[in-house]
Each structure stands twice: as C-alpha cells, then as structure tokens.
C-alpha cells in the first residue's frame, strides 16, 4: 500500500538509493517532464541531501536515426545542397550529443524529420550499421544505471505494452527494469492507454508501410524491395511484381479511405453497430480489396525472403524485409477485424474524419477496446510492487469512483491501495 507519507519518506528519499530499486515518474508531457528534471527533482535532492541519478527518457521519434538519415540523403543524391535540411541535419548528427529534435538549431518541418527520425518497426537494432553511434541506444544505455527515469505517460506504456506482449518484466524493454511507477497527471492515464491497446489503420499508414518497400523517385528505384533485388545469388527477377502489386494495394486504399469518408459524411467520425447494404459498401468490402492487396505483397516478401542465400542471411536488407513483414501482417488483421465488427462486443469500431496539417480529409479506422481495466490490471497495477497516482483532477463529485472503474480492476488488492 502507498501512501503519501510512503511517497515522501520511502520513494524520494534515500532508501530509493539503498534499496537499488528503479524508480519511473511518468507524466503527461514533455514540458513537464522538463519541469521534474530542472526544477522538482533537484529541489527532492538539496532537502533529503541524498543525490540520484535521473535520466530523462523521451519516445523515440525526438531521436535522430542514423541510418534513415543516411538513406534520406542518398535518395537525395545530387539534389541535397548544403543548405538542404537533411545537410544540415547531417552536419548537427556529428557534433550532437544527443541527437534530440529539441537541440537542432532549427526546428525541421514535420515532414523532413520524419524522414529521420528514429522509429520503432523500422529499427534494426544490433544488425543496425550504425548501432555503435546509435542516439537512442545512447540514451537507454544512460538509463540503465538510473535510479530514477522521468519519461512521459507515451513512452510508459510503449514500454507496458512491449512487456505484456512477452518481453517480460525483469529485462529491458523499451525502458530499464524498474520497480514503481509514479503516474504524474493521471487523469491522463486512460487516453494513453487506450492508444496502445488500440488499433488503428489510415491510407497514410498504408502508403507508409509501400514506400518503405518500394518507390521510384527522379528515375531511381529505392527500398527494401530493391535492396533484397542487389543482393548477390538473388534469382533475377524475383521481385518484378512488386510495383504492380504496390500500386494495387495503394488504390485499394485510396477507394477505401473515399468510401469511408462518404459514411462519415459531415459528421466528425461514425461508430459500427450493425450491419447494413451502407457499411457493406464503404467498410466491409473496401477493407476487404486492402486486406487482400496487404496479404498479396507480403506472400510477394515471404518469397523474396525464401530466396536470400543463406550468406545474405545476416544482411541489414532482410532484417529490414523482416520487420516489413510484420507491419503487413498487422495492417492485414486490422482489416481482417474490422470484417467481423459485430463478432466482437468487447471493441469499439469506428471511422473518424481526420486532416493534415495542410487540411486535406481522410478517415482514420479504429478498433478501440470497451473496457481497459483488465488489461491495466495485467500490464500495471499487478506486475509491480508499487504503483502511485497523482492529479489534481482524479476525483468527479468528490469521489474516485469513476476513475478507478476505468482504470482498475475492482478487487480486494487494487482497493487497498490509497490514489493520491
């Protein structure tokens, strides 16, 4: 049981240091994540006179990735002046210590950076060429001897999820091992749990996941596809329907997402709850044409793979196909789910109507589970030993009811424990 003398005297306090037990403060944003690291925790330290190392842990898209980086720029070829931001990036890499977004002289446009930015399906972990000088790697490394990690509620449940999906919960995962958690903003809680156990699927997505496989640009051919083609012993021609089938599974997306949107109509999004000729039409046999077109290029890939010699095995291209293979699976059972809506009372199906930054509409189609108190109770409130909850803005009508029936289970275990 926490309490808030526990909090004061056991958790902030010198016993964290004695005890050797990592200790994680998640809150709602970077700003305050900041906040804790400036301010709060060096003010904890000067009055128990005890220090702590703290480690601030963003999520991995604030980290520049070296090898997209490199990527990005050799697509560029020629076209890269110095005044480019990828240059300009590139020459930052060399010098930066951190390779956080936040410490670029300039701020890049959204869609330069996610060209590089560090992302968790394209990361090739050990295999990577540049993993000795990998900015991610360097932060997880520093977090390893931490006594206390000050991540945001995002990164947390990255990190949850990974661990409740098999990882376990005594080595690493995206973050270090770590006893108690310390939940800042906790009305927070629920939203971002609730993106980690959704699923969620858009035409950008899909075009995403294509043009990591394969795309032509000024008369060139790039990714993986073309990868897998260079390496030596590969049968010629292997790969040859893969522009055919990339640019079926791009129009079958097209088609779903203009159907979508014609459901939602001028409403902000549309919730599945029957069947009917209308969601026939828009959901259940567009997502079917993508669901095919997705199973199509990964059987493509399956062969591809097939075909690697055996010492190409070790190549950066097949781990990269390999992680590819995985991404298509997914896309393929979102589809797949969404098919039979109404064989699953225990999610929410729904179409949201989404913009770009430059306001052009698309549909967003998202499978949302009703109820995340069990799966809270999995992936938090049991695994460890301590697990404290802090907002001003818990309670509704004075009471912690309502938060807690969204966010726990309700047993004798869980209701002994005291939400601050």
């Known amino acids: 049981e926490i309490t808030c003398r526990d909090w004061s005297s056991d958790v902030c306090s010198s016993d964290l240091a004695r005890n050797k037990e990592r200790v994680v403060v998640s809150t709602a944003t970077i700003n305050l994540q900041r906040q804790l690291m400036d301010k709060d925790i060096p003010l904890v330290s000067s009055i128990f006179k005890k220090s702590l190392k703290a480690v ?48 670029l002289s300039f701020w890049p446009e959204d869609a330069v950076w996610n060209r590089v930015r560090s992302e968790s399906d394209d990361c090739l972990n050990m295999r990577c060429p540049h993993r000795e000088s990998c900015f991610v790697l360097k932060v997880k ?110 129009a079958a997306m097209e088609a779903a997402d203009e159907a979508a949107l014609r459901l939602i109509g001028q409403n902000p999004n549309c919730r599945l709850v029957a069947r009917s000729p209308e969601v026939e039409a828009a959901v ?12 199509a290029i990964a059987e493509l890939l399956k062969d591809a793979l097939a075909s690697v010699p055996d010492e190409a095995g070790e190549d950066q291209s097949v781990r990269e196909a390999q992680l590819a293979l995985v991404r298509l699976s997914e896309s393929a059972s979102v589809c797949a789910r969404f098919r039979g809506f109404d064989e699953d009372p225990d999610s929410v199906y729904w179409l949201d109507r989404r913009r770009t930054s430059q306001g052009e509409a698309f549909a967003q189609f998202s499978i949302t589970p009703l109820d995340i108190s069990t799966m809270m109770n999995d992936a938090v409130f049991s695994p460890f030993r301590a697990v404290v909850c802090l907002s001003a803005t818990l309670a509704v009508g004075d009471s912690f009811e309502f938060w807690k029936r969204r966010s726990e289970e309700h047993t004798s275990e869980l209701q002994s424990r005291q939400v601050i």
Request: glycine letters at 8%.
């Open 284 to 295: 259940m046999k567009p997502l079917g044409e993508v669901e095919r077109a997705l199973l």
């Open 141 to 250: 490394r520093d977090a390893a001897d931490a006594d206390l990690i000050v991540a945001n509620h995002h990164i947390l449940f990255s990190d949850l999820a990974s661990r409740a999906a098999g990882s376990g919960y005594e080595a690493t995962a995206v973050l270090p091992p770590y006893g108690t958690i310390v939940f800042d903003e906790a009305h927070a809680i629920e939203s971002s749990a609730t993106s980690f156990f959704s699923e969620e699927l858009t035409r950008f997505s899909v075009l995403r996941q294509s043009s990591k496989l394969y795309r032509e640009k000024r008369g060139r051919k790039f990714g993986v596809i073309v990868k897998l083609q260079n390496l030596k012993g590969l049968p010629p021609g292997v790969l040859k329907n893969f522009p055919d089938a990339a640019e079926a599974l791009l």
């Open 56 to 103: 601030l842990v963003k999520g991995r898209g604030n980290y520049l990735c070296l090898n997209r980086l490199r990527d990005a720029i050799d697509e560029e070829g020629l076209f890269a002046s110095e005044d480019d931001p990828l240059r300009r990036i590139e020459a930052w890499a060399g010098s930066s210590a951190t390779g956080d977004r936040s410490d």
